[in-house]
């Protein structure tokens, strides 16, 4: 009864910023890795951040040193804070865990105008 909650997308010009937060509900939040994903009309999902259960981060290429990813443990919740948004960063933004089988949220919409 995994339960991932998406929410903080919005739309946003060109360089501005979004934090993205996803409650997380059902899972051992303090020993589950957390991931972060998007995908794009017409293009394939991909993989954006992780922070592991002891805080440590990890980044794609794309986002690294704009995106920040982190997570509250006593609110079981992990964010997604965004910097110098780009038009191309527009996409769903998912929440994703593993815990007795992948699970995902519903997403969230990011939209950046140009």
């Known amino acids: 009864q995994v339960q991932l909650v998406e929410s903080g997308g919005g739309v946003v010009q060109a360089g501005g910023s979004l934090r993205l937060s996803c409650a997380a509900s059902?899972?051992?939040?303090?020993?589950?890795?957390m991931k972060w994903y998007r995908q794009a009309p017409q293009k394939e999902r991909e993989w954006v951040a992780t922070?592991?259960?002891?805080?440590?981060?990890d980044y794609a290429e794309r986002v690294k040193g704009r995106f920040t990813i982190s997570r509250n443990w006593p609110r079981s919740t992990m964010y997604l804070q965004m910097n110098s948004l780009e038009p191309e960063d527009t996409a769903i933004y998912y929440c994703?865990?593993?815990?007795?089988?992948?699970?995902w949220g519903r997403g969230t919409q990011v939209t950046v105008s140009s």
């Open positions: 994703n865990a593993y815990y007795r089988g992948e699970n």
């Open positions: 059902g899972l051992n939040f303090k020993i589950t890795p």
């Open positions: 922070i592991d259960a002891s805080g440590r981060s």
